[in-house]
């Protein structure tokens, strides 16, 4: 009967030094061991949270406002910092700081811009040399289906809190929302109906439309 071979790996119990498969049930035993290890990991991390942090140079966020006769501007801001914690795989916390100072029109022919971001920028409407951060938290989610949930959170506009709900949802890295706020409810009062009467066709819709597009 021929000798059997030593074991190359030298993980072996037999005390001749030949290949009983020893080192193999190590293996699969750490193998094991390591794959708990991973799972117990991801289930603390979907437990306890998530915190993911905004890309602000690759995120965006467009605004869009109607006047009565279906004329319409559209522009940017730009985001400041921002957060999301994920709790469950659904968004749980966040909160995003807008930079007005960054109020851009994009409708308008270039000459013509400056008017309007100045005016948008005015005591008229959002007031920005006295409040230059507008802020969103969020507070809570429900899901809508894997990729998409109800999110309830509290907007501050002009220094006022109001709380909002909205949809977000998720594509791959990134995460879309689209927001309506009642500007009169923030004190902004140009051409509000809710304010003047007998506006006529000079009334400006209070319903702001906000979509944003937000990198992690």
Same mark, same amino acid.
């Given at each position: 009967?021929?000798?059997?071979?030593?074991?190359?790996?030298?993980?072996?119990?037999?005390?001749?030094?030949?290949?009983?498969?020893?080192?193999?049930?190590?293996?699969?035993?750490?193998?094991?061991?390591?794959?708990?290890?991973? &799972?117990?990991?991801?289930?603390?991390?979907?437990?306890?949270? %998530?915190?993911?942090?905004?890309?602000?140079?690759?995120? %965006?966020?467009?605004?869009?406002?109607?006047?009565?006769?279906?004329?319409?501007?559209?522009?940017?801001? &730009?985001?400041?910092?921002?957060?999301?914690?994920?709790?469950?795989?659904?968004?749980?916390?966040?909160?995003?700081? &807008?930079?007005?100072?960054?109020?851009?029109?994009?409708?308008?022919? =270039?000459?013509?811009?400056?008017?309007?971001?100045?005016?948008?920028?005015?005591?008229?409407?959002?007031?920005?040399?006295?409040?230059?951060?507008?802020?969103?938290?969020?507070?809570?989610?429900?899901?809508?289906?894997?990729?998409?949930?109800? &999110?309830?959170? =509290?907007?501050?506009?002009?220094?006022?809190?109001?709380?909002?709900?909205?949809?977000?949802?998720?594509?791959?890295?990134?995460?879309?929302?689209?927001?309506?706020?009642?500007?009169?409810?923030?004190?902004?009062?140009?051409?509000?109906?809710?304010?003047?009467?007998?506006?006529?066709? %000079?009334?400006?819709?209070?319903?702001?439309?906000?979509?944003?597009?937000?990198?992690?």
């Amino acid at each position: 009967m021929k000798d059997r071979p030593k074991c190359k790996c030298g993980n072996t119990s037999n005390p001749n030094g030949y290949c009983d498969g020893s080192h193999l049930n190590k293996n699969n035993k750490m193998k094991k061991k390591n794959i708990f290890l991973i &799972v117990s990991m991801l289930i603390i991390t979907m437990s306890y949270g %998530q915190t993911l942090t905004l890309d602000i140079n690759k995120s %965006q966020l467009k605004w869009k406002g109607k006047e009565i006769t279906t004329k319409e501007h559209y522009g940017s801001l &730009v985001f400041k910092s921002g957060y999301l914690t994920l709790k469950n795989n659904k968004p749980h916390s966040g909160k995003f700081i &807008v930079d007005m100072t960054s109020l851009k029109n994009e409708d308008l022919p =270039e000459d013509y811009r400056g008017r309007l971001e100045g005016h948008l920028k005015s005591d008229d409407f959002f007031s920005i040399d006295k409040f230059p951060e507008s802020t969103l938290e969020i507070k809570s989610s429900s899901k809508i289906d894997k990729s998409e949930f109800e &999110v309830k959170g =509290e907007l501050t506009i002009k220094g006022i809190k109001h709380s909002i709900s909205f949809t977000m949802k998720k594509n791959n890295d990134e995460w879309k929302s689209n927001l309506v706020f009642d500007r009169s409810k923030y004190d902004v009062r140009f051409r509000s109906g809710t304010f003047f009467e007998n506006l006529g066709d %000079q009334l400006i819709y209070d319903d702001i439309v906000i979509e944003t597009s937000l990198i992690f």
